[in-house]
């Protein structure tokens, strides 16, 4: 995702239990939280490639709102995700 300039930055938690509906059965299962920092313009191309290729038929994909962040970090997140940038 940063390679392709979709996310900025990847940070990956790992690993974590989860427990979760799914096929009419509660599951539970060892996953990998990956959070991604992108602008909301990039916001649905980065889902698209996403979903391409995880694993799961419905992968947990979200967009938290940023409250606030300094000016210089935010402008690092707009600028790496620009394509053709080259910082």
């Known amino acids: 995702m940063v390679e392709q300039r979709l996310a900025?930055?990847?940070?990956?938690?790992?690993p974590i239990e989860s427990t979760y509906w799914w096929a009419g059965?509660?599951?539970?299962?060892?996953?990998?939280?990956?959070?991604?920092?992108?602008?909301?313009?990039r916001f649905d191309e980065l889902a698209r490639r996403v979903r391409e290729l995880h694993s799961y038929e419905v992968p947990q994909i979200v967009a938290v709102a940023l409250a606030a962040g300094t000016a210089d970090y935010l402008e690092w997140i707009k600028r790496e995700t620009t394509p053709g940038s080259g910082a």
Do not use: F, G, N, P
């Open 25 to 41: 059965e509660i599951q539970r299962s060892e996953e990998w939280l990956l959070l991604m920092k992108t602008t909301v313009e």
């Open 8 to 14: 900025a930055d990847c940070q990956i938690i790992a």
